[in-house]
């Protein structure tokens, strides 16, 4: 049985909704894991900016979910009738407001952690006796690239989402005006 161009975007739309949405999970999942064991109870080494890259995922996350069931609508209305302009203008606007969320939160992601990273080795720990205090900020920094880096991938992923709800928009006008 062969699968016809359409739906063939409409099931690599739906593909890349679904990773996006595990790969960002993953990224809270990483994010909320990562601490500093002291002696004494005090998390003044947390960034608001993991505060937001936590928040941009759990949008995109969101987002994608939503997306889901329009997907699904597509893809099972798609062998039968040209899918409306609307569906896929709100999917396509939608999906660019998540790529972008999610792009502000990678950069305040990494940002962050590079600047702090910087102000931490470059600061006088030895002198003050406070070499283990440093190094564990510098692991827990270390660590904090890894739940920004699968928030890039998410990104990138829900780029290609808003890839394809843009090229199904386009080919959707292009059938309704009577082109080829």
């Not at 909704?17 to 109870?41: E, G, I, P």
Request: hydrophobic share 50%.
């Amino acid at each position: 049985m062969a699968v016809s161009r359409r739906t063939g975007w409409i099931a690599a739309g739906l593909l890349a909704r679904l990773l996006t949405m595990a790969v960002l999970l993953m990224s809270v999942r990483f994010v909320l894991a990562n601490y500093v064991h002291w002696d004494y109870a005090q998390d003044n080494y947390k960034l608001q900016s993991y505060t937001y890259v936590v928040a941009s995922a759990v949008v995109g996350t969101a987002g994608s979910l939503l997306q889901i069931p329009v997907a699904m609508y597509l893809l099972c209305k798609s062998k039968r009738a040209i899918p409306s302009a609307i569906i896929l203008d709100i999917s396509m606007h939608a999906d660019i407001l998540i790529s972008v969320v999610l792009a502000s939160g990678v950069g305040a992601g990494f940002g962050a952690t590079n600047d702090v990273l910087r102000y931490v080795r470059a600061g006088d720990w030895e002198r003050e006796g406070k070499q283990q205090e440093q190094q564990a900020l510098i692991n827990y920094l270390n660590r904090a690239f890894i739940p920004v880096v699968f928030l890039l991938v998410g990104m990138v992923l829900s780029i290609c989402a808003t890839v394809v709800s843009a090229r199904l928009r386009a080919r959707a006008t292009n059938d309704a005006q009577g082109g080829v």
